[in-house]
C-alpha cells in the first residue's frame, strides 16, 4: 500500500468516525430526553431575561415621568411671584444610565 492511500484511509475513516460518533451521542440524547429538557432550561433562562428586561424598561420609563414632572415643578417654582429662583436648591444631575 502506498504511503498516499494510507493516508486517504486514516483521513476517511476519521471523518467517518467522527460523524458515526456524533450521530450516535444525537441519538442517544434524543431517546433519553435529553434534548427537550435542554430546550425547556434554556426557554426558562430566555423568560427570566425577558422579565428581568421589562422591568427594568419600565424603572426606566418612570424614572423619565419623575424627572419631567420634577422640570414642570420646578418651572412652575421660579414662575411663581413669591418663590426667588435664587432660593430653589439646585436641580440634580442625572446619574449616568450606563453604570450600575
Given amino acids: 500500500m502506498e504511503p ?11 471523518v467517518v ?4 460518533t456524533k450521530l450516535v451521542d444525537w441519538a442517544r440524547d ?17 423568560a427570566v431575561r425577558d422579565k428581568a428586561l421589562a422591568e ?9 415621568i419623575l ?3 420634577l422640570r414642570l415643578h420646578r418651572r412652575q417654582m421660579i414662575d411663581a411671584p413669591c418663590i426667588d429662583p ?5 436641580y440634580p444631575s442625572r446619574p449616568d444610565k450606563e453604570k450600575p
Avoid: C
Fill in 4 to 14: 498516499t492511500q494510507l493516508i486517504t484511509l486514516i483521513l476517511s475513516s476519521s
Fill in 17 to 20: 468516525g467522527g460523524i458515526a
Fill in 30 to 46: 434524543a431517546h433519553a430526553g435529553q434534548l427537550q429538557k435542554r430546550r425547556a432550561e434554556v426557554d426558562a433562562a430566555h
Fill in 56 to 64: 427594568v424598561r419600565w424603572w426606566d420609563r418612570w424614572a423619565d
Fill in 67 to 69: 424627572e419631567e414632572a
Fill in 86 to 90: 435664587d432660593d430653589l436648591p439646585p
